[in-house]
């Protein structure tokens, strides 16, 4: 036994096992740097025999790993002297270190602010550096290149927490399944991150990526993803039309049903992108005929032929009859993305305007608006339009509209006595042409400018959100008729981004092989693991003969 003890005794005095250190020796130290951490090893040596008396180590910041070699090596010495100063202050200090380029460093004076700063807190301490290969201070280069292994099995797997109650550790692989309990299952409620880790934890679970696990699995919940509507931030960048010469381009859509007056449903408009001329039309029904007869009798009589035609996607815009007359007069039509009235908001902004003279102007009964749509026009055509900076009327015609209550009142020009002379009156009307041009000059500038403020303002509010071909995405559609208690999901999909078009337009495809085009305002990014992809189908069916 007292063999035994003194064995005991020997090896716990002998090195690796910690010594207090002994006052009338000097100190050594060991320093090493790696590309990530450094160490240091405190010691003194008795006998010629190294006896350790502290170890220390750390890894270096984000920062400090771009240091270069040296000043990596000269800050672990740096901090093996703030680690040890108690230990070191008013001793004798050797330092063994593998980088020899440190000796010069000490010494140099035009040094970098950073190491002129350890230099200093270096010379408080009476050191010397001595060079020591890397494999003869084997202890210092252990701990600034040690691999801290985390697979240590643990018996226990509950975790004490504050509240005295005991959690059970989870491992990784049981980490969706609980996940699912907590979010997903009939008593879970399909609730957000926060809400999920509190199911978690009242079932007495627990990980240390709780919330990062939960907010992953939440956002990649079907359920939820199908869920919520869709608001002006979600829109797309605008991107407005400007066009230069008056009726060149025109939009045109319907408008109604609204009560029956004189047998009129409907009003056909259409809108001068550049003028903000506007023509009406009351009919019974909004079918082919109507257009057809809008650019025979109106429009091309009227204004000649245009250039551009925008519209909508429905029926009456769609199909041979008026695609063949737009052909015939080369024409080129235009039709706007599938519920998106943005597309074509010229026409969409007078048709709001029209409407809204027409309910106030009709009786309490509104069923003669028919017959008061031509004043409405009169009042739309001269009001002042802050886009152009002046009237669509002055625009066109180079002169204000004259109107009935200049005469009752008695204005400026009804009691001039050169409007009653031809010379006057036709040099005052030549004056006016010649400014016509520059009218439409400043009308453009004016509208370029407000359509530019309009775009800034417009894309401040919304959503950056960018899409890539071959995202998955989900499609809100917002004509759904919704059951009793709006339980139906307005999100379908998932469908597949085959091409990104311009002007925030997307050509879509879905399983079944169909392709059509959205605006992006109505998709919103797809982020569950189903993964759709396009094949080619093959037939089973034997070839037919050559």
């Not at 990526?209 to 956002?219: E, L, N, P, Q």
């Not at 004043?375 to 002046?390: C, E, F, I, S, V």
């Amino acid at each position: 036994m007292l063999e035994a003890f003194h064995t005991i005794k020997g090896a716990l005095v002998s090195a690796p096992i910690v010594q207090p250190p002994d006052w009338n020796l000097p100190f050594e130290v060991m320093t090493d740097a790696s590309d990530y951490a450094v160490g240091a090893v405190l010691g003194q040596r008795k006998e010629k025999k190294l006896h350790v008396i502290y170890y220390a180590s750390r890894t270096l910041d984000e920062a400090q790993c771009k240091y270069a070699t040296t000043e990596k090596e000269l800050l672990a010495v740096v901090f093996a002297f703030e680690k040890f100063r108690s230990y070191l202050v008013g001793s004798k200090v050797i330092v063994h270190t593998d980088h020899a380029a440190l000796k010069y460093l000490l010494t140099k004076k035009d040094a970098k602010p950073r190491l002129l700063r350890w230099i200093l807190l270096l010379q408080e301490f009476d050191l010397e550096i001595k060079d020591k290969k890397g494999i003869d201070n084997g202890v210092a280069d252990h701990l600034s290149r040690m691999k801290i292994d985390d697979d240590v099995p643990l018996d226990d797997t509950y975790l004490m927490s504050t509240s005295t109650l005991l959690r059970r550790c989870v491992a990784d692989e049981e980490i969706p399944g609980i996940l699912f309990h907590c979010h997903s299952s009939s008593y879970a409620g399909h609730f957000a991150t926060y809400k999920t880790v509190s199911k978690a934890l009242q079932a007495g679970y627990w990980w240390p990526t709780m919330f990062r696990d939960a907010h992953r699995f939440v956002s990649k919940c079907d359920v939820c993803q199908r869920q919520g509507n869709i608001s002006k931030r979600n829109e797309m960048p605008q991107n407005f039309i400007l066009e230069v010469e008056v009726f060149d381009v025109w939009g045109v859509d319907f408008m109604g049903p609204f009560p029956s007056s004189y047998g009129n449903l409907y009003i056909l408009v259409a809108v001068d992108y550049v003028s903000k001329w506007v023509e009406a039309l009351a009919s019974p029904t909004n079918d082919a005929k109507v257009v057809m007869k809008m650019f025979k009798s109106v429009i091309f009589p009227r204004f000649g032929v245009p250039r551009v035609v925008i519209s909508d996607g429905g029926s009456h815009f769609i199909n041979r009859t008026f695609d063949n007359m737009l052909k015939r007069h080369g024409v080129k039509h235009k039709v706007a993305t599938p519920y998106h009235p943005q597309t074509s908001g010229q026409v969409e902004l007078s048709n709001r305007e029209i409407k809204n003279i027409l309910q106030k102007t009709a009786g309490t009964t509104g069923k003669d608006w028919a017959a008061k749509l031509d004043d409405a026009l009169w009042a739309y055509r001269t009001a002042y339009k802050t886009p152009l900076g002046t009237t669509p009327f002055n625009l066109v015609y180079g002169k204000a509209c004259h109107l009935p209550v200049e005469l009752e009142y008695k204005a400026a020009w009804a009691v001039k006595q050169m409007n009653y002379d031809m010379k006057s009156a036709a040099e005052r009307r030549n004056m006016q042409l010649v400014e016509l041009d520059e009218i439409r000059h400043l009308a453009y500038d004016s509208s370029k400018i407000y359509k530019e403020r309009t775009k800034a303002y417009h894309d401040k509010k919304i959503l950056k959100r960018n899409f890539s071909q071959g995202d998955q995405v989900l499609l809100f559609n917002s004509r759904l008729k919704l059951f009793p208690g709006k339980l139906k999901s307005r999100w379908s999909g998932p469908f597949v981004i085959k091409e990104v078009r311009p002007y925030g337009a997307f050509e879509l495809w879905d399983k079944s092989g169909g392709h059509f085009v959205v605006n992006g305002q109505r998709l919103k990014p797809y982020l569950a693991d189903t993964d759709i992809t396009e094949r080619e189908s093959i037939p089973l069916s034997d070839p037919s003969p050559a």
